[in-house]
């Protein structure tokens, strides 16, 4: 595909479905969040264990009050462990519900790409004008742009690109939008720009 304006090399407006966020989410939290909330259970599990174990074999000199209370913190702990990604989803998801319906526009450029969200119209009199004189509006987007660096990921998926800065702040394109074409010149090009970084979990 040829370059458009700019050094432009896509561009492409789409929408992202409720559960496919959702499922971009999870993947996201398997892959970042649930290693360190399993390490940390398995952990205090095993403290929980030991004290359970001194508490029925250790003999009338244990201070079984003091166990008692350090396997109950213990539970408690991996309960929150446990609860505490799904908080974090249900309250995300709760939020994508209120922009279900915004769309959003990718632009990918030789050295960095642009995602923003597609902002309505500022008033009725702008698009009065605009129809008058038979100008198209100016679309307004609100829009964040990312440089391909060592922190930038994109993690190709089979319905999604999940594209992130330093897992501080993730990014779903849905591949439905896009061409057979322009989805290859996608995984040409972050494959060039990113090399390790961009990797492909098609099966």
């Avoid at 001194?54 to 350090?70: D, K, P, S």
């Avoid at 605009?130 to 679309?139: C, K, R, S, T, W």
Wanted: glycine residues 4%.
């Amino acid at each position: 595909m040829e370059e458009t304006r700019d050094g432009m090399l896509l561009e492409k407006q789409y929408k992202i479905p409720f559960e496919m966020f959702r499922s971009a989410f999870i993947v996201f939290q398997k892959r970042f969040v649930y290693p360190r909330t399993y390490l940390i259970m398995a952990v205090l599990a095993i403290v929980a264990v030991v004290y359970t174990i001194c508490v029925v074999y250790g003999g009338e000199n244990v201070n079984r009050t003091l166990y008692f209370m350090i396997i109950l913190f213990c539970l408690i702990m991996i309960f929150f462990q446990w609860f505490t990604p799904l908080k974090a989803r249900r309250t995300l998801m709760e939020g994508v519900k209120e922009i279900e319906e915004d769309a959003y526009k990718l632009r990918i450029f030789p050295e960095y790409l642009e995602i923003g969200t597609i902002l309505p119209p500022e008033g009725e009199d702008t698009a009065d004008a605009d129809a008058l004189f038979d100008d198209a509006p100016e679309e307004n987007i609100s829009g964040t742009r990312i440089h391909y660096n060592k922190g930038m990921h994109v993690d190709e998926y089979k319905e999604f690109f999940l594209i992130y800065q330093q897992r501080s702040m993730i990014y779903v394109v849905p591949k439905s939008a896009f061409s057979e074409e322009e989805l290859e010149v996608m995984r040409v090009h972050f494959g060039k720009r990113l090399d390790k970084n961009f990797k492909s979990h098609l099966k």
